[in-house]
C-alpha cells in the first residue's frame, strides 16, 4: 500500500513539473500567474502529504480540486483587476479633455501624429495562440491616452477594432516598449490603397501603431524642436523602430 502511495505521489509531482515548466516558457504574464499558483497548491498538497503522516490517496482529489480552485482565484483576481481598471478610466475619463469614441469623432486627427501615454485593455486579451478574446460584444476592447498637436494632452481614444486591438497589444505586450521608445500612432480613413476600401472603412482597421526613439513625437509635431537636426538626421531621430501598419493602408 506505501509502494502505491508514494506513487500517487510522484505522479502528482509530475504534474507539478509539467505546469512549472510551462509557466516558465509561457509569455502571457496572466497565463503564467495561473500556471505559478496551481504549482504552489499543488506543492503544499506534496509537501504536507510527505511529512505527516495524511494519506497520499488525497492527492487524488487534491490535484483536480485544486485545478478548480485555482480557475476560481483566477476568475476573482481577474474580476478585481478589472473592476479596479474601470474606476481608474473613469477617473482618468473625468480627468480627460476629449474621449474619442465614434468615427466622427476621431476623424478630428485624421492623419496626425499622436504619442500615446497609456495603454489600458477593457478585459480583452490576446492568447497565446493569437485569438483575440473580447470582454463581451458592446466593450470596446480597450481605451488609449495620447496628446496631439490639435487636441493638446490627456485625450482618451477607446479601441473597437480586432486589428487595431491586436497591434497596440504587439506593441505593448508582447515587444513592450523601453524607456528610450515611445509609441506614436496614426488614426486615419483616407489612406486606404482602394478608393472602394473608404465606402468599408467603418468596418476597417484604421490605426498605424509605431514604436519610435523618444521623442520622435516632438519631431514630427514641431519644427522648432532641435532645429540642428535636418534631412537625414532628423529622419533617423523619428524614423519607426518597428511599426504595425494595416495592409489596406498606402
Known amino acids: 500500500m506505501a509502494i502505491i502511495e508514494w506513487v500517487i505521489w510522484a505522479i502528482a ?29 499543488l506543492a503544499l498538497g506534496l509537501l504536507v502529504t510527505a511529512i505527516t503522516p495524511i494519506s497520499k490517496f488525497h ?81 470596446p476592447y480597450a481605451s488609449i491616452t495620447m496628446e496631439c498637436k490639435k487636441l493638446g494632452e490627456n485625450v482618451t481614444g477607446y479601441i473597437t477594432h480586432k486589428m487595431d486591438f491586436q497591434h497596440l497589444w504587439a506593441a505593448f505586450k508582447e515587444r513592450k516598449v523601453r524607456e528610450d521608445e515611445e509609441v506614436v500612432i496614426i488614426w486615419t480613413r483616407k489612406h486606404y490603397k482602394y478608393k472602394l476600401t473608404r465606402f468599408l472603412s467603418p468596418f476597417m482597421p484604421k490605426l498605424w501603431v509605431m514604436v519610435c526613439p523618444k521623442g520622435a513625437y516632438d519631431s514630427m509635431v514641431g519644427s522648432n524642436y532641435k532645429p540642428e537636426l535636418s534631412g537625414k538626421a532628423r529622419w533617423e531621430a523619428m524614423k519607426p523602430i518597428i511599426q504595425w501598419k494595416p495592409e489596406v493602408m498606402e
Open 13 to 41: 509531482c509530475v504534474f507539478l513539473l509539467s505546469f512549472f515548466l510551462a509557466a516558465l516558457y509561457q509569455h502571457d504574464p496572466g497565463i503564467r500567474s495561473h500556471h505559478m499558483r496551481y504549482c504552489l497548491l
Open 59 to 139: 492527492l487524488l482529489w487534491w490535484v483536480p480540486v485544486t485545478f478548480f480552485l485555482n480557475l476560481l482565484l483566477s476568475n476573482i483576481i481577474l474580476s478585481l483587476r478589472l473592476k479596479r481598471g474601470l474606476q481608474n478610466l473613469e477617473k482618468r475619463q473625468l480627468e480627460s479633455k476629449t474621449v474619442l469614441i465614434k468615427d466622427s469623432e476621431w476623424s478630428m486627427i485624421d492623419g496626425e501624429p499622436c504619442r500615446m501615454t497609456s495603454f489600458n485593455t477593457l478585459g480583452s486579451l490576446i492568447d497565446e495562440n493569437g485569438k483575440v478574446h473580447a470582454m463581451d460584444k458592446t466593450t
